[in-house]
């Protein structure tokens, strides 16, 4: 199996940390969810069974809040139907592209102490996924 990504590696968390953290980003999210979530032993939702998109929904239902208290808006939100240029073995189940009114918003989001919580939903509920920082541009237009 090839390697999958939950959580950033120090060195691409420092690469994030050390741009800007006044100016508006996007955030692109590729999600692939497990059949069933993995949950730490003694959890609350540890034995209801959950599948990994279960799961999922209960982050958003937790992060939710946090998420919109920052500023944060959802974008773009789409269900993945196939790869037209990549691995054919790679395969999202969902995507989304998430806009912070500048990264010090995503910072403050993350060392929530409630979002702490909340992201063990996110844990269990991804076998792997994708988080790529982008400036906003213009939208509209062509290629160019």
Do not use: C
Request: charged share 20%.
């Amino acid at each position: 199996m090839s390697q999958t990504y939950i959580d950033p590696s120090p060195a691409n968390f420092q690469a994030f940390k050390d741009l800007p953290r006044d100016e508006p980003i996007q955030m692109l999210n590729l999600l692939q969810f497990r059949d069933q979530a993995e949950y730490p032993a003694g959890h609350e939702h540890a034995d209801k069974g959950w599948s990994g998109r279960r799961a999922y929904v209960e982050y958003g239902k937790t992060s939710g809040p946090i998420f919109e208290r920052v500023g944060g808006s959802i974008v773009w939100r789409g269900a993945f139907q196939t790869m037209v240029t990549g691995p054919d073995a790679k395969q999202w189940h969902s995507g989304f592209v998430a806009h912070y009114p500048n990264a010090g918003a995503f910072f403050e989001m993350i060392t929530d102490a409630n979002y702490q919580l909340a992201v063990v939903n996110r844990t269990a509920a991804l076998v792997d996924s994708r988080l790529m920082r982008f400036e906003p541009g213009e939208t509209g237009g062509g290629f160019g």
